[in-house]
């Protein structure tokens, strides 16, 4: 019994010490994030699809979005508040665009309050990330 404890005791040395030496940013989003962000997206699902060539609902394909210019989808009908607003979709601009949408960019056309909590908008943002790469 005593020895079974030492070694979990090692090996939870050595998990503490991998946390520690690798960089929160270098490492994948775990399992439960990903099954929040999921959950999350089901609110986003009725009006977008994610996939490649997935077709436009109420609100635009998502597919390639991060890194691309707002209102970049050429068959989708944006409102000028998206379409004019000079920005790129970064992981720090849809969480803002998320936490509140008609704050960010005012007289946008989606219809959505926005998700208020933190944790969910982090966990949204690495599944969508995966989603739509
Ligand atoms: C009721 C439908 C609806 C819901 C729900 C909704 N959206 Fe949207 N979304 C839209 C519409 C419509 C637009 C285009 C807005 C405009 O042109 O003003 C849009 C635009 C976007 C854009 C910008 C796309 C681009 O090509 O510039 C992103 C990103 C986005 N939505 C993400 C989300 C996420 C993530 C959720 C869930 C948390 C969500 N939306 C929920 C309808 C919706």
Known sequence: MKK????????????????VITPASAQ???EA????????????????????D???KVGPNLNGVFGAKAGSKADFKYSDAVA??????????INEWLT???????????AFAGVPKEPDRKALIAY????TK
């Open 128 to 131: 969508l990330k995966d989603q």
């Open 4 to 19: 079974l404890i030492s070694v979990s005791a090692a090996f939870a040395g050595l998990a503490l010490s991998m946390t």
């Open 54 to 56: 997935g077709r436009h």
């Open 33 to 52: 994030t990903m099954k929040l962000g999921q959950r999350v997206f089901l609110m986003c699902r009725s009006c977008h699809s994610t996939e490649k």
């Open 100 to 110: 509140k949408p008609k704050d960010f960019l005012p007289g946008n056309k989606m």
């Open 84 to 93: 004019k607003s000079g920005i790129t979709w970064s992981e720090a601009t």
């Open 28 to 30: 994948a989003p775990d």
